[in-house]
């Protein structure tokens, strides 16, 4: 199937959180729907709870990486990688689904270093950002059984936008492929988080 135009997703968390497998849901969700699709991730020092960002494209595309400030979506998993994702890749006037839990890296841990405030993250966001959802996706997805689903709560949101070019249907068929255990409880995590995404307002 052919698109008319290109969708570009960067999925940003850190080591742990499930981008890698949030972003082979989607990819895996898009050939289901019968669209072209390239999906590629890149690591810091993943173990050691070190940056992952994973990218999803499309569509008629080519290259792996989604171009600097040319995605439709962040889905930042972190606020903090968020923001960074944001301010690398998120095209003007683009969606930030962001969850609001932090997960502090070591220097802040240690005291070497301050993280930002809550607040401070999502203005620095808005200036780029047509449009910003906010979640602690952790406590939707414990609140569907299974707290380790965030990253399956965060599909459930950005497919409930309506950003995606294919049905939940699709997400939900590759959760059952993907993710062997707690099959159920996953398809609860991310419909609730469809339903977040499907009333948050636009902007």
């Not at 082979?24 to 690591?43: E, M, N, P, T, Y």
């Not at 006037?93 to 070497?112: A, C, D, L, W």
Request: glycine share 12%.
């Amino acid at each position: 199937m052919k698109m008319s135009k290109t969708i570009e997703i960067v999925i940003s968390g850190v080591g742990g959180q499930g981008n890698v497998k949030g972003a082979q849901i989607l990819g895996a969700a898009a050939v289901k729907a019968g669209l072209h699709v390239r999906v590629s991730d890149v690591f810091g020092i993943a173990q050691r709870g070190g940056p992952v960002l994973s990218h999803v494209r499309i569509g008629d595309v080519h290259g792996t990486m989604v171009d600097m400030h040319s995605a439709d979506a962040i889905v930042g998993l972190e606020p903090m990688e968020a923001l960074r994702a944001a301010s690398s890749f998120l095209k003007p006037g683009g969606t930030v689904i962001m969850s609001t839990r932090p997960i502090y890296p070591v220097e802040v841990s240690t005291g070497k270093a301050d993280y930002p405030p809550l607040p401070a993250i999502l203005d620095a966001i808005r200036i780029a950002a047509g449009r910003v959802i906010t979640l602690d996706a952790t406590e939707v997805a414990s609140s569907a059984g299974i707290p380790m689903a965030a990253n399956v709560v965060m599909l459930g949101v950005l497919s409930g936008t309506g950003i995606l070019p294919f049905d939940p249907d699709h997400i939900k068929a590759s959760i059952r492929e993907l993710i062997p255990r707690s099959v159920e409880e996953n398809i609860r995590a991310f419909e609730e988080g469809f339903k977040i995404g499907e009333s948050a307002p636009v902007v």
